[in-house]
């Protein structure tokens, strides 16, 4: 069990590494260099930069923790993999005009800024985690209080800002980016429980009975119920190219 815990951790890290380099500073630096392209104000061009700042020293502090962990150094090394968001970004791109590839990032990130406070505002408070890891999230979810409040607001002026001809995109964009950031990755669990010594089969059973439809469908509601307010409150909801697809995704009856 300790070991199963290890791995989580190691890729939370991991993800939260990723998550950060790849998307939200990435992001964050095409609203600073033009803000207005989202319909942003100048002073969130500003913030923007400080926004990388701290990212930046999220996904540092996120790889330095599990080195400092006693017992990792033990752990023989998993093939890296890529979070599913980042190949699921790639091919979402691919079936986009190319002038739609910095709005995309855009959503995306006022899509995962706004859903990850809710996720990990309990960590801090659950005795079951070591200290260390607690107080680094403690820390992690001030910043993520200030960046939530932020993409609220980038997402709002980016849709309010959009044509219709980009909101007919954005729309549907929204619920596949929702459930491309809370979908499970069961890839990446199965090697855990084949080092920990279960059977291929054993695993497949185990993964598919805590990975079961149901459970995924009541968490990710849980999950993304904050973000769908927001998109309720932005007006997105009431479009007509959006509200299909975030039924589609199961996100809304």
């Not at 590494?17 to 104000?41: D, H, T």
């Not at 190319?98 to 005795?127: K, M, N, Q, W, Y």
């Amino acid at each position: 069990m300790r070991r199963l815990t290890m791995r989580k951790l190691e890729s939370y890290n991991a993800f939260t590494e990723k998550l950060e380099y790849k998307a939200v500073m990435s992001a964050s630096i095409k609203i600073a260099q033009n803000p207005r392209a989202f319909g942003l104000s100048e002073q969130a061009g500003r913030e923007a930069r400080l926004i990388v700042t701290d990212e930046s020293h999220h996904a540092y502090v996120a790889i330095e923790l599990i080195k400092r962990l006693p017992g990792f150094s033990e752990l023989p090394p998993l093939t890296p993999s890529q979070p599913p968001f980042l190949s699921g970004l790639e091919e979402l791109e691919r079936n986009l005009p190319t002038e739609f590839a910095d709005d995309l990032l855009i959503a995306f990130v006022s899509i995962s800024e706004t859903l990850i406070t809710s996720i990990l505002r309990g960590i801090p408070r659950d005795c079951r985690v070591v200290s260390a890891v607690r107080n680094t999230v403690r820390d992690h979810c001030i910043d993520e209080a200030r960046h939530h409040s932020y993409f609220v607001y980038v997402a709002h002026q980016h849709w309010a800002s959009s044509a219709p001809a980009r909101r007919e995109i954005l729309g549907p964009l929204y619920a596949k980016l929702m459930r491309l950031f809370l979908d499970p990755d069961l890839d990446l669990c199965r090697p855990w429980l084949l080092e920990a010594g279960l059977a291929p089969h054993d695993a497949e059973v185990v993964l598919q009975d805590y990975y079961s439809p149901e459970r995924v469908a009541a968490n990710i509601r849980a999950d993304s119920f904050p973000t769908l307010k927001l998109m309720q409150r932005v007006g997105v909801l009431d479009h007509p190219t959006a509200r299909p697809a975030f039924v589609e995704q199961k996100l809304i009856d």
